[in-house]
Nanobody, 125 residues
Framework: QLVESGGGLVQPGGSLRLSCAASGFTLTGYAIGWFRQAPGKEREGVSC????????YYEDSVKGRFTGSRDNAKNTVYLQMNSLKPEDTAVYYCAALSHEDCNGSYYRYYGIDYWGDGTLVTVSS
């Protein structure tokens, strides 16, 4: 099971840190993808952090603003989101992918072993 937390309402330019905590299994060995779905839009990839070396990949829309990290001791992955924009408003999901390495943007096409329930991020003044 994956449980996200940390969403909320924030003003443009603000920051939030999302957490993705695993229970019942160990996150090491899984690449963890972050996805989001805005109202009326399809789900899209945001970022990925590899399970083997912690390398990260970011979509162009969030590059330079979002930072992924993982704490294997806490079995948790984080997404630090800075300089948030109204277009970042969405439900954010983390997912344990069927590969250990993100392999760049290919993470978007990997199978999903575990999904979280999502956390809502609203960026508005």
């Amino acid at each position: 099971q994956l449980v996200e937390s940390g969403g909320g309402l924030v003003q443009p330019g603000g920051s939030l840190r999302l957490s993705c905590a695993a229970s019942g299994f160990t996150l090491t060995g899984y690449a963890i993808g972050w996805f989001r779905q805005a109202p009326g839009k399809e789900r899209e990839g945001v970022s990925c952090i590899s399970g083997n070396d912690g390398s990260t990949y970011y979509e162009d829309s969030v590059k330079g603003r979002f930072t992924g990290s993982r704490d294997n001791a806490k079995n948790t992955v984080y997404l630090q989101m800075n300089s948030l924009k109204p277009e970042d408003t969405a439900v954010y999901y983390c997912a344990a992918l069927s590969h250990e390495d993100c392999n760049g943007s290919y993470y978007r096409y990997y199978g999903i072993d575990y999904w979280g329930d999502g956390t809502l991020v609203t960026v508005s003044s």
